[in-house]
């Protein structure tokens, strides 16, 4: 949000989110942006006699700025009877974080 104000691009960013971060993302001279879309479910309340869950998902993907190509993608889900949301978030967060470090190295062919 900084530098959307900086950029005086906050208004724009509110019109349209996703054109905005993609200029932005060109006037930083980056070559890709990450975008993800997270969901989660937890109960709102647990009963002795029933076993629910908590669940989470993220799908996450690498656009090359230049020509809005997808480079990377990942999609991760989990659940747990046992864990509140924040911890299922974390666990979907980091596979997809393994997930696009592996990317990157296949990506740059080094191991």
Known sequence: MLKLKETSLIEKYKAAPTKTIIELARIMKADGVIFAKVESYSPESRRHSELTSTSASIYA?????NDMSVVLTSQQQSS???????????????????????????????E
Do not use: H, P, T
């Open 61 to 65: 993907r690498l656009i090359d700025v």
């Open 80 to 110: 747990s009877i046992f864990s509140n949301s924040s911890s299922v978030i974390k666990d979907v967060s980091l596979n997809a974080i393994d997930e696009f470090q592996e990317g990157f190295i296949q990506l740059n062919g080094s």
